[in-house]
């Protein structure tokens, strides 16, 4: 079966940074836009950021540009999200998803999600 599974969460200071992966398996990866979102209790989930099949394409919900940055590895199966700047309301579960359609924001555009990893960041 499909399967994505998120890393690199935890907690971290204020100002900090992290690198989460999303290592996928069960899917031809290179043909796959990915993306990563993420959610606090009580709200919906919110994308955060895109990344087309090559990783040269790349699409920021705009008050996360700068901080954010989405890559991927495709010989390893896996994207990559790196933030900056680390702020308490960034902490929230983070999801990868992937889609064969053209990468966006919408939450209907992926097929496929992981299990999510919680960021928690103090102050």
């Known amino acids: 079966q499909v399967q994505l599974v998120e890393s690199g969460g935890g907690l971290v200071q204020a100002g900090g940074s992290l690198r989460l992966s999303c290592v996928a398996s069960g899917l031809t990866f290179s043909r796959y836009s990915m993306g990563w979102f993420r959610q606090v209790p009580g709200k919906e989930r919110e994308f955060v950021a895109a990344?087309?099949?090559?990783?040269?394409?790349?699409y920021y919900l705009d008050p996360l540009r700068g901080r954010f940055t989405i890559s991927r590895d495709n010989a390893k199966n896996t994207v990559y999200l790196s933030i900056n700047s680390l702020r308490p309301e960034d902490t929230a579960v983070y999801y990868c998803?992937?889609?064969?359609?053209?990468?966006?924001?919408?939450?209907?555009?992926?097929?496929?999600w992981g299990q999510g990893t919680q960021v928690t960041v103090s102050s």
């Open positions: 998803a992937a889609t064969t359609k053209q990468y966006d924001l919408g939450l209907q555009t992926y097929d496929y």
């Open positions: 990344l087309s099949q090559s990783g040269t394409g790349t």
